[in-house]
């Protein structure tokens, strides 16, 4: 498979745009910016009050999450976005039953393109459940987008001792269990640095969203 590199990115800001008529300026690229810790590059896009980092050195698994909270109402909002290389080779040993997958050619490689789901779990310090949910199935995407919302009714002084387990799911037939494709934790019992990070974004975030991009841990 070909790789993507980020050669050079920008941040153009509409309101410099002249709306009554056509308007051409040269834009200068800034190089991709490398993550501490992390040998590949990263393209790092931001909006108002997001913050994106997307890896492009690597074709593991990774979930695009969004996570809001706000300390007056007690809600974090948890946002699946999207995932990213949620693929399996035709080598691999395939998905049971009729409806679970899709096989794709890309770059002369047979790919089985899975239907999957991602579940959301907070747990206490304890490792106990408080409350759970999940997404729909997205069918036979290697990429799918989810764009689904989940809100838990966390206190301030409970931030610090939660954590929020993501885990993505592939879908197989009716009669056979399900298959766990990779997961990843944060707060408490953060995976990763990334992750720890994250969770801190959001609670400095003054009740805007932060976006990052976490690479799965194997099941």
């Given at each position: 498979m070909k790789k993507e590199k980020v050669l050079g990115e920008k941040v153009f800001y509409l309101t410099k745009l002249n709306l009554q008529g056509k308007m051409?300026?040269?834009?200068t690229l800034e190089p991709g910016t490398a993550l501490m810790g992390c040998g590949s590059l990263v393209s790092v896009s931001r909006s108002a009050g997001a913050l994106s980092y997307r890896s492009t050195g690597d074709s593991s698994p990774e979930i695009l999450l969004g996570l809001i909270y706000n300390?007056?109402?007690g809600r974090l909002s948890a946002e699946v976005i999207q995932g990213s290389h949620?693929?399996?080779?035709?080598?691999?040993?395939?998905?049971?039953?009729?409806f679970c997958c899709m096989k794709q050619f890309?770059?002369?490689?047979?790919?089985?393109?899975?239907?999957?789901?991602?579940?959301?779990?907070?747990l206490d310090s304890k490792g106990k459940e408080?409350?759970?949910?999940?997404?729909?199935?997205?069918?036979?995407?290697?990429?799918?987008?989810?764009?689904e919302t989940f809100v838990f009714q966390v206190a301030l002084f409970q931030l610090s001792e939660v954590s929020l387990?993501?885990?993505?799911?592939?879908?197989?037939?009716?009669?056979?269990?399900?298959?766990?494709?990779?997961?990843?934790?944060l707060g408490l019992n953060?995976?990763?640095?990334?992750?720890?990070?994250?969770?801190?974004?959001?609670?400095?975030?003054?009740?805007?969203?932060?976006?990052?991009?976490?690479?799965?841990?194997e099941s």
């Amino acid at each position: 498979m070909k790789k993507e590199k980020v050669l050079g990115e920008k941040v153009f800001y509409l309101t410099k745009l002249n709306l009554q008529g056509k308007m051409a300026l040269p834009v200068t690229l800034e190089p991709g910016t490398a993550l501490m810790g992390c040998g590949s590059l990263v393209s790092v896009s931001r909006s108002a009050g997001a913050l994106s980092y997307r890896s492009t050195g690597d074709s593991s698994p990774e979930i695009l999450l969004g996570l809001i909270y706000n300390a007056t109402t007690g809600r974090l909002s948890a946002e699946v976005i999207q995932g990213s290389h949620f693929k399996n080779t035709a080598s691999d040993k395939p998905p049971s039953g009729l409806f679970c997958c899709m096989k794709q050619f890309i770059g002369g490689q047979l790919y089985i393109m899975r239907d999957t789901y991602v579940k959301l779990t907070m747990l206490d310090s304890k490792g106990k459940e408080m409350s759970k949910c999940k997404t729909s199935v997205c069918r036979g995407q290697p990429n799918p987008t989810y764009k689904e919302t989940f809100v838990f009714q966390v206190a301030l002084f409970q931030l610090s001792e939660v954590s929020l387990v993501v885990s993505v799911y592939s879908r197989r037939s009716s009669m056979k269990a399900r298959e766990r494709v990779g997961w990843v934790s944060l707060g408490l019992n953060s995976t990763g640095e990334e992750q720890q990070a994250h969770w801190t974004q959001m609670k400095e975030a003054g009740g805007q969203q932060v976006c990052n991009w976490h690479a799965l841990l194997e099941s």
